[in-house]
């Protein structure tokens, strides 16, 4: 799903890099009118991908697609950008420092899709902190990581972030560092998992050695998966953290 919404979002890149971030800085998020009968519901009220803010909105209609398009044209308004990809209907409109993309696909007799709001001024105002972010973390895992994706959500209080890296060196390396980094940041090893011996036949290669490492700390905890394909080690680092509560 991901993958259809950035697509659509490259058409509007220009005009985001021709908006001043400054104008943009406390202008509140828009929200989008919608047509009549949906049932919505929410997926992610604050979430980063890859550096991209953005709220997320499910729905359902009994309308078919084609119907609902028709819908969503008079309620966004216009001017906007319409594709398709892998069978899904997309509909893209800018709104100042934001973009609004809506998804529409088949589901039985009626629709569902994706109302996203993104925003393009925030990246550009935080884009050179999360910069110093990522290279916080690349320097202190062996030579030549990189950072694959990262997403980061806020729900209920807590805070969790993803990150996939990449790098060619062997999973001792990876998980030797990887201690050594989570300790430094006040976590502590709880326990260590490998692939059960009588299992670990029956399982892709890649999977076979793949160790499992469960962190904690006073608020936060952490989970890595460190497995290798062919030359290519792949740590996968889930943690999350107890938000602190304005006075």
Excluded at 99 to 116: D, R
Aim: charged share 20%; net charge positive; glycine share 6%.
């Amino acid at each position: 799903m991901m993958t259809n919404l950035a697509r659509s979002y490259l058409l509007l890149v220009l005009v985001w890099r021709c908006a001043s971030a400054s104008v943009f800085a406390a202008t509140p998020w828009p929200s989008p009118v919608l047509p009549a009968g949906l049932d919505t519901f929410p997926i992610a009220d604050q979430l980063t991908v890859n550096d991209l803010p953005m709220r997320l909105k499910g729905f359902i209609s009994p309308r078919r697609p084609a119907e609902l398009i028709e819908a969503f044209r008079r309620s966004l308004g216009q001017p906007l950008v319409e594709s398709t990809a892998s069978g899904k209907q997309i509909l893209g409109r800018a709104e100042g420092g934001f973009y609004v993309t809506v998804q529409i696909e088949a589901a039985g007799s009626g629709s569902k899709g994706v109302v996203a709001v993104t925003d393009f001024a925030a990246m550009a105002r935080d884009h050179a902190q999360g910069q110093d972010t990522t290279a916080r973390w690349l320097d202190r895992l062996p030579a030549g990581s990189i950072l694959s994706s990262q997403m980061t959500s806020q729900e209920n209080g807590r805070q969790a972030r993803h990150m996939v890296i990449l790098n060619r060196h062997a999973e001792s390396v990876n998980r030797d560092a990887l201690l050594r980094l989570m300790t430094a940041d006040g976590f502590q090893l709880e326990r260590e998992i490998g692939v059960d011996a009588t299992v670990q036949r029956s399982l892709p290669s890649q999977l076979a050695d793949a160790r499992t490492l469960v962190f904690k700390s006073p608020g936060k905890d952490a989970m890595a998966v460190i497995s290798r394909s062919g030359d290519q080690t792949s740590i996968v680092l889930n943690t999350t953290m107890t938000l602190q509560r304005s006075p």
